[in-house]
Protein backbone atom coordinates (compact mmCIF):
# COMPACT_ATOMS: atom_id res chain seq x y z
CA UNK A 1 0.00 0.00 0.00
CA UNK A 2 2.67 2.30 0.75
CA UNK A 3 4.76 1.30 -2.51
CA UNK A 4 1.62 2.25 -4.58
CA UNK A 5 1.42 5.65 -2.46
CA UNK A 6 4.86 6.53 -3.40
CA UNK A 7 4.33 5.15 -6.94
CA UNK A 8 1.29 7.68 -7.36
CA UNK A 9 2.98 10.24 -6.12
CA UNK A 10 5.98 9.98 -8.49
CA UNK A 11 3.79 10.15 -11.53
CA UNK A 12 1.99 13.05 -10.00
CA UNK A 13 5.62 15.07 -9.41
CA UNK A 14 6.67 14.66 -13.21
CA UNK A 15 3.49 15.46 -14.38
CA UNK A 16 3.92 18.99 -12.48
CA UNK A 17 7.23 19.03 -13.64
CA UNK A 18 6.62 18.67 -17.33
CA UNK A 19 3.54 21.05 -16.89
CA UNK A 20 5.77 23.60 -15.72
CA UNK A 21 8.49 23.16 -19.09
CA UNK A 22 6.55 23.47 -21.20
CA UNK A 23 6.25 27.45 -23.14
CA UNK A 24 3.65 28.87 -23.08
CA UNK A 25 2.29 29.45 -26.61
CA UNK A 26 -1.28 30.19 -28.23
CA UNK A 27 -2.21 27.79 -30.36
CA UNK A 28 -5.32 26.67 -32.20
CA UNK A 29 -6.92 23.10 -33.69
CA UNK A 30 -8.78 24.88 -36.18
CA UNK A 31 -7.84 24.41 -39.93
CA UNK A 32 -9.59 27.11 -41.70
CA UNK A 33 -7.90 29.83 -43.62
CA UNK A 34 -8.02 32.58 -41.07
CA UNK A 35 -8.78 33.03 -37.18
CA UNK A 36 -11.72 34.55 -36.93
CA UNK A 37 -14.05 36.62 -34.23
CA UNK A 38 -15.96 39.60 -34.35
CA UNK A 39 -13.23 42.52 -33.07
CA UNK A 40 -10.95 44.85 -34.74
CA UNK A 41 -8.83 47.48 -32.23
CA UNK A 42 -9.24 47.39 -28.71
CA UNK A 43 -9.12 50.79 -27.28
CA UNK A 44 -8.45 52.12 -23.70
CA UNK A 45 -6.73 54.67 -21.57
CA UNK A 46 -3.55 54.38 -20.22
CA UNK A 47 -3.39 53.89 -16.68
CA UNK A 48 -2.94 57.60 -15.51
CA UNK A 49 -2.79 59.18 -18.46
CA UNK A 50 -5.19 61.31 -17.93
CA UNK A 51 -5.13 60.69 -13.70
CA UNK A 52 -8.94 60.89 -12.16
CA UNK A 53 -8.25 63.94 -11.02
CA UNK A 54 -5.79 66.83 -11.90
CA UNK A 55 -5.37 70.44 -9.85
CA UNK A 56 -6.40 73.82 -11.15
CA UNK A 57 -4.43 76.66 -11.96
CA UNK A 58 -1.94 75.21 -14.49
CA UNK A 59 -0.09 73.16 -11.46
CA UNK A 60 -0.84 69.74 -12.43
CA UNK A 61 0.34 68.32 -16.07
CA UNK A 62 -0.59 65.51 -17.69
CA UNK A 63 -0.74 63.07 -21.02
CA UNK A 64 -4.00 61.49 -22.45
CA UNK A 65 -3.00 58.60 -23.93
CA UNK A 66 -4.67 55.79 -25.86
CA UNK A 67 -3.95 52.51 -26.42
CA UNK A 68 -4.82 50.76 -28.69
CA UNK A 69 -4.31 46.90 -29.60
CA UNK A 70 -5.58 44.86 -33.15
CA UNK A 71 -7.24 42.00 -31.91
CA UNK A 72 -8.20 41.91 -35.66
CA UNK A 73 -6.72 40.20 -38.77
CA UNK A 74 -5.91 42.96 -40.99
CA UNK A 75 -2.98 45.24 -40.68
CA UNK A 76 -3.52 49.14 -40.45
CA UNK A 77 -2.28 51.31 -42.64
CA UNK A 78 -0.32 54.13 -40.64
CA UNK A 79 -2.57 57.22 -40.41
CA UNK A 80 -5.82 55.09 -40.58
CA UNK A 81 -6.31 55.13 -36.97
CA UNK A 82 -7.88 58.86 -35.76
CA UNK A 83 -8.85 59.44 -32.51
CA UNK A 84 -10.59 62.82 -31.49
CA UNK A 85 -10.94 64.44 -27.71
CA UNK A 86 -14.42 65.61 -26.74
CA UNK A 87 -16.23 66.75 -23.22
CA UNK A 88 -12.91 68.91 -22.35
CA UNK A 89 -12.04 72.12 -23.68
CA UNK A 90 -9.40 72.50 -25.83
CA UNK A 91 -7.96 76.34 -24.87
CA UNK A 92 -8.54 75.38 -20.99
CA UNK A 93 -6.44 72.24 -20.92
CA UNK A 94 -4.11 73.82 -23.22
CA UNK A 95 -4.04 71.35 -25.62
CA UNK A 96 -2.85 72.53 -29.29
CA UNK A 97 -5.16 69.96 -30.94
CA UNK A 98 -7.76 67.37 -29.59
CA UNK A 99 -7.32 65.09 -33.15
CA UNK A 100 -4.61 62.41 -33.10
CA UNK A 101 -3.31 59.77 -35.86
CA UNK A 102 -1.03 56.96 -35.85
CA UNK A 103 1.86 57.16 -37.57
CA UNK A 104 3.04 53.45 -38.06
CA UNK A 105 1.04 50.09 -39.21
CA UNK A 106 -0.63 48.04 -36.53
CA UNK A 107 -0.57 44.77 -37.80
CA UNK A 108 -3.23 42.08 -37.14
CA UNK A 109 -3.42 38.60 -36.07
CA UNK A 110 -1.73 35.88 -37.65
CA UNK A 111 -1.99 32.14 -38.20
CA UNK A 112 1.32 30.18 -38.82
CA UNK A 113 0.51 26.14 -38.52
CA UNK A 114 -1.45 25.73 -35.30
CA UNK A 115 0.20 28.95 -33.40
CA UNK A 116 -1.60 32.36 -33.45
CA UNK A 117 0.68 35.49 -33.81
CA UNK A 118 -0.90 38.30 -31.79
CA UNK A 119 -1.56 41.43 -33.16
CA UNK A 120 0.44 44.31 -32.91
CA UNK A 121 -0.27 47.43 -29.77
CA UNK A 122 0.56 51.14 -30.08
CA UNK A 123 -0.26 54.37 -27.67
CA UNK A 124 -1.54 57.33 -29.79
CA UNK A 125 -0.17 60.47 -26.95
CA UNK A 126 -2.08 63.77 -27.12
CA UNK A 127 -0.09 67.18 -25.85
CA UNK A 128 0.50 67.54 -22.47
CA UNK A 129 -2.50 69.09 -20.66
CA UNK A 130 -2.99 71.16 -18.05
CA UNK A 131 -5.80 73.41 -16.59
CA UNK A 132 -4.80 76.33 -16.75
CA UNK A 133 -8.05 78.52 -14.92
CA UNK A 134 -8.01 78.93 -11.30
CA UNK A 135 -11.72 77.32 -10.09
CA UNK A 136 -13.59 78.35 -6.64
CA UNK A 137 -14.66 74.87 -6.67
CA UNK A 138 -13.71 71.50 -8.27
CA UNK A 139 -15.42 70.57 -11.93
CA UNK A 140 -15.84 67.43 -12.97
CA UNK A 141 -16.63 66.31 -16.62
CA UNK A 142 -16.77 63.52 -18.40
CA UNK A 143 -13.63 63.12 -21.32
CA UNK A 144 -14.74 61.00 -24.32
CA UNK A 145 -12.46 59.97 -27.01
CA UNK A 146 -13.55 58.55 -30.70
CA UNK A 147 -11.55 56.42 -32.65
CA UNK A 148 -12.27 55.62 -36.53
CA UNK A 149 -9.86 53.17 -37.82
CA UNK A 150 -10.21 51.94 -41.64
CA UNK A 151 -10.02 48.16 -41.43
CA UNK A 152 -11.00 45.09 -43.90
CA UNK A 153 -12.91 42.00 -43.49
CA UNK A 154 -11.23 39.01 -45.95
CA UNK A 155 -14.37 36.21 -46.30
CA UNK A 156 -13.57 32.96 -48.00
CA UNK A 157 -16.44 31.32 -49.87
CA UNK A 158 -16.40 27.96 -51.80
CA UNK A 159 -19.10 27.13 -54.45
CA UNK A 160 -19.77 24.55 -56.19
CA UNK A 161 -20.28 25.45 -60.37
CA UNK A 162 -20.35 24.06 -63.55
CA UNK A 163 -21.16 24.83 -67.46
CA UNK A 164 -24.86 23.71 -66.78
CA UNK A 165 -25.76 23.99 -63.38
CA UNK A 166 -29.16 22.39 -63.37
CA UNK A 167 -27.98 19.07 -64.95
CA UNK A 168 -26.71 16.47 -62.33
CA UNK A 169 -24.19 13.76 -63.19
CA UNK A 170 -22.56 11.05 -61.79
CA UNK A 171 -19.14 12.22 -62.02
CA UNK A 172 -20.36 15.62 -59.84
CA UNK A 173 -18.20 15.76 -56.58
CA UNK A 174 -20.39 18.88 -54.61
CA UNK A 175 -24.28 20.32 -55.25
CA UNK A 176 -24.36 23.63 -56.78
CA UNK A 177 -27.54 24.17 -54.87
CA UNK A 178 -26.60 24.64 -51.24
CA UNK A 179 -28.35 26.05 -48.41
CA UNK A 180 -25.44 25.94 -46.26
CA UNK A 181 -22.34 27.05 -48.35
CA UNK A 182 -19.09 27.29 -46.57
CA UNK A 183 -17.59 30.45 -45.34
CA UNK A 184 -14.68 32.11 -43.41
CA UNK A 185 -14.38 35.15 -42.23
CA UNK A 186 -10.96 36.94 -40.33
CA UNK A 187 -11.35 38.52 -37.20
CA UNK A 188 -12.71 41.76 -37.98
CA UNK A 189 -15.81 43.73 -36.51
CA UNK A 190 -18.03 43.05 -39.94
CA UNK A 191 -18.33 39.52 -41.24
CA UNK A 192 -20.14 37.67 -43.96
CA UNK A 193 -22.52 34.54 -43.32
CA UNK A 194 -25.65 32.62 -44.63
CA UNK A 195 -24.59 32.21 -48.03
CA UNK A 196 -26.46 30.16 -50.44
CA UNK A 197 -26.68 28.83 -54.03
CA UNK A 198 -28.94 28.30 -56.23
CA UNK A 199 -28.54 26.67 -60.06
CA UNK A 200 -30.04 28.25 -62.92
CA UNK A 201 -30.48 28.11 -66.87
CA UNK A 202 -26.98 29.51 -67.84
CA UNK A 203 -25.47 30.58 -64.31
CA UNK A 204 -25.15 30.25 -60.56
CA UNK A 205 -27.28 33.15 -57.83
CA UNK A 206 -25.07 33.21 -54.92
CA UNK A 207 -26.96 35.10 -51.56
CA UNK A 208 -25.29 36.32 -48.20
CA UNK A 209 -25.92 38.62 -45.78
CA UNK A 210 -23.00 41.32 -44.92
CA UNK A 211 -23.46 42.04 -41.48
CA UNK A 212 -22.03 44.19 -38.26
CA UNK A 213 -21.59 42.02 -35.72
CA UNK A 214 -19.28 44.70 -33.36
CA UNK A 215 -20.43 47.82 -30.97
CA UNK A 216 -19.00 50.65 -33.65
CA UNK A 217 -20.40 52.20 -36.24
CA UNK A 218 -19.29 51.61 -40.04
CA UNK A 219 -18.99 53.72 -42.80
CA UNK A 220 -17.24 53.34 -46.15
CA UNK A 221 -13.47 54.03 -46.40
CA UNK A 222 -12.27 57.26 -46.38
CA UNK A 223 -14.89 58.68 -44.93
CA UNK A 224 -13.03 60.32 -42.21
CA UNK A 225 -9.46 62.33 -43.05
CA UNK A 226 -7.97 64.17 -39.81
CA UNK A 227 -11.02 63.91 -37.06
CA UNK A 228 -13.24 61.21 -35.92
CA UNK A 229 -16.20 62.83 -35.58
CA UNK A 230 -19.70 62.01 -36.16
CA UNK A 231 -21.07 62.24 -40.04
CA UNK A 232 -25.15 61.92 -40.21
CA UNK A 233 -26.05 60.53 -42.82
CA UNK A 234 -23.31 58.32 -44.41
CA UNK A 235 -23.03 56.02 -41.60
CA UNK A 236 -24.02 52.38 -42.13
CA UNK A 237 -22.15 52.29 -45.60
CA UNK A 238 -19.43 49.22 -46.58
CA UNK A 239 -17.72 48.70 -50.28
CA UNK A 240 -18.22 45.15 -51.02
CA UNK A 241 -16.06 43.50 -53.80
CA UNK A 242 -16.86 39.74 -55.12
CA UNK A 243 -14.10 38.28 -57.10
CA UNK A 244 -12.45 35.26 -57.85
CA UNK A 245 -9.45 33.65 -58.66
CA UNK A 246 -10.16 32.73 -62.35
CA UNK A 247 -11.96 36.40 -63.15
CA UNK A 248 -15.44 34.49 -63.25
CA UNK A 249 -18.25 37.09 -64.72
CA UNK A 250 -20.06 37.77 -61.09
CA UNK A 251 -22.70 40.52 -61.75
CA UNK A 252 -24.51 41.86 -58.36
CA UNK A 253 -27.54 43.54 -58.67
CA UNK A 254 -26.84 46.02 -55.24
CA UNK A 255 -23.60 47.04 -56.54
CA UNK A 256 -24.77 48.13 -59.92
CA UNK A 257 -24.41 45.28 -61.68
CA UNK A 258 -20.55 45.04 -61.02
CA UNK A 259 -19.39 43.16 -58.99
CA UNK A 260 -17.85 46.13 -56.56
CA UNK A 261 -19.57 48.84 -54.86
CA UNK A 262 -20.94 50.39 -51.50
CA UNK A 263 -24.03 48.87 -49.71
CA UNK A 264 -26.25 50.35 -47.06
CA UNK A 265 -26.42 48.05 -44.09
CA UNK A 266 -30.00 48.24 -42.69
CA UNK A 267 -30.59 47.13 -39.22
CA UNK A 268 -26.72 46.89 -39.24
CA UNK A 269 -26.98 44.03 -41.73
CA UNK A 270 -27.49 43.42 -46.01
CA UNK A 271 -28.70 41.11 -48.24
CA UNK A 272 -26.49 40.74 -51.67
CA UNK A 273 -27.34 38.74 -54.24
CA UNK A 274 -24.95 38.06 -57.20
CA UNK A 275 -25.10 36.14 -60.51
CA UNK A 276 -22.70 34.04 -61.96
CA UNK A 277 -22.29 32.99 -65.78
CA UNK A 278 -21.20 29.76 -66.26
CA UNK A 279 -21.60 28.85 -70.02
CA UNK A 280 -17.92 28.62 -70.39
CA UNK A 281 -17.41 26.62 -67.51
CA UNK A 282 -16.53 22.94 -68.09
CA UNK A 283 -19.32 20.29 -68.02
CA UNK A 284 -18.41 18.53 -64.83
CA UNK A 285 -18.73 20.16 -61.35
CA UNK A 286 -15.55 21.79 -59.55
CA UNK A 287 -15.62 23.67 -56.36
CA UNK A 288 -14.23 27.46 -56.39
CA UNK A 289 -13.08 29.70 -54.17
CA UNK A 290 -14.66 33.39 -54.28
CA UNK A 291 -12.96 36.18 -52.08
CA UNK A 292 -15.54 38.46 -50.83
CA UNK A 293 -13.57 42.02 -49.44
CA UNK A 294 -15.43 44.31 -47.01
CA UNK A 295 -13.43 47.73 -46.81
CA UNK A 296 -14.30 50.16 -44.43
CA UNK A 297 -13.93 52.73 -41.41
CA UNK A 298 -15.04 51.64 -37.87
CA UNK A 299 -16.09 54.11 -35.15
CA UNK A 300 -15.72 53.05 -31.60
CA UNK A 301 -15.39 55.77 -28.59
CA UNK A 302 -14.41 55.08 -24.71
CA UNK A 303 -14.46 57.39 -21.75
CA UNK A 304 -13.31 58.46 -18.07
CA UNK A 305 -14.88 60.74 -15.44
CA UNK A 306 -11.94 63.52 -15.00
CA UNK A 307 -12.13 66.16 -12.03
CA UNK A 308 -10.14 69.09 -11.45
CA UNK A 309 -9.53 70.27 -8.07
CA UNK A 310 -9.85 73.48 -6.92
CA UNK A 311 -6.75 73.80 -4.98
CA UNK A 312 -8.12 77.11 -1.90
CA UNK A 313 -9.03 76.21 0.59
Same mark, same amino acid.
Given at each position: ??????????????????????????? @????????? =??????????????????????????????? &??? &??????????????? %???????????????????????? @???????????????????????????????????????? =????? %?????????????????????????? $?????????? %? $???????????? &? @? &?????????????????????????? %???????????????????????????????????????? $??????????????????????????????????????????
Amino acid at each position: MKIRGYFVFFVLLIFLLGAEGCPDKKT @TTELGAYIG =GVDGLEISFVDEEPPNTVLDNKQDPFYITLL &VEN &VGEYTIPKGKIIATL %SGISKDAFGLKSLNIKSVSDIFGK @TKIGSEIIEGGLDQLQFDQANYKYDLTADFSTQLRADVCY =GYKTN %SLVTLCLKKNPIQRKQEDICLVTNDN $VNVENSGAPL %S $VRNVKSRAGSGG &V @T &VTFIVENKGTGEVYEPDTFKDSCVLK %SGVEDRVKVKVKSKSDLNIKCGILNDGNSGVVKLIGRKRT $VSCNIKTSSLQETAFEEPIDITLDYFYKEAIGKDLTVMNTEY
